[in-house]
């Protein structure tokens, strides 16, 4: 380079080219070094620019938030700082959305009615939402661990085995009546991964209330069938033998006819209990202002004569003035199957008596009677469906159909509320309803 410059000035100024040689080197010299050190200076420049690119490349593939590189517009890895702060943008965003859309996601699973696990292909667990942490008494999730540490039951281990053994998904009803009480629809599912990896994922559906009520309805209808079967029976067989001829005998007619008459008004009154009982639960709300000492004393006057036959003393004592917002209907099977259970098991000349009581969340209705009272084997079963205590005690002698308590409870369960009963036996019975004070 040195060279050349010194031929162009030679080339245009001839004096010069007869310079001593000396300088010529040292001209020579000082250009090279000028060139050595812009040289170095770019190589040093570029060194520098590659440590900074590699820096902010590295911290956007570990996810690391960064600062923005800043050139001048000028130099010459301006577009592509650029185009890397765009990069690094653009993937911070991306990490955003994916960070909310992994807590949407963890946020749905964790509130799920249903339990949820997964099991990495070692089987241990890696995943268990709240219900399941909840209804499986699971104690830590801090490290993968066998899932057999936290869920002991065989036939749930049984399943799950099964998925891992045939990489397929099996479902199942598994009973945790030994350990919590509840019985769950669990599937267990089967999920493919990449590289010959997999993970199995267990889901529990809670079906206890279901299977009860099935249940629940089944033994109703067996009930109920033996209980419409009895008054049928004795009516037919009774049509029959007067058909067969005591038709002419007068007193059997008589005697008959009254047996046939009985067993009827059971059939009507069983009709109608089994009837209110299906209905009960599909009544909307339907709420009304309703005096209840007067909603009371109407209930208490429809049944006057048998209350006056039986010689009781009926008080009324819930205050005057007092209103409330209830369903009527419930109301209804309310009363009259409490006050007629009162009169039905109570002595004669006894007494039935209506109270009020109210605390900051709740009233109740109390009826108590000086009647025979409740054994103590039989309270817990008194509400149950076409449940009976001893005919014998019953100072009729016929017993109701069953249904009258057992309908007493669904009205107040429909109401928001419950019955409970408190009794001792030849001591007389209260029965509390308890209902919230929002109706």
Known sequence: MAFLVYKLIAKTNPKISGVNLTL???LVILITAIEAIVFWSNLQNIFERQHLFQTKLEEILRGHKSEKIRLDPNDSFYELAKTVNEVSAHDRHQIHVLSNQENELEAIVDNLPVGVLVLNRHRELQVANSYAV???????????HPFTMDVKNSDFIELVERTFTEHKTYTGLINFGEEFDRVFETTVVYSPQV???????VLMYDVTESIRMKKME??????????????????????ETLLDGAKDDPEKLNQFLTIIKTESDKLVGLTNDILTMSKISDRGENLKDVNLKDYVDNQIQFMQSEIERRNLIVENNIP?????????NDLFQIVKNLLTNAIEYNHDGGQVIFEYRESKRHWKLIVRDTGIGIPEDQREFIFDRFYR?????????MGGTGLGLAIVQEAAKHMGGKAIVDSNEDHGTAFIVRLPLEN
């Open 389 to 397: 205590v001893d005919t014998s005690r019953s100072r009729t002698k």
């Open 24 to 26: 010529l080197a040292a």
């Open 134 to 144: 909840e209804n499986l008494k699971i104690t830590s999730l801090d490290v993968p």
């Open 320 to 328: 005057a003035d007092l209103v409330k917002k209830v369903n009527e």
């Open 218 to 239: 089944k033994d109703f209808i067996n009930n109920a069938s033996h209980e419409l079967r009895t008054p049928i029976t004795s009516i037919s067989g009774f049509a």
């Open 195 to 201: 590289h010959h990896k997999f993970e199995v994922i």
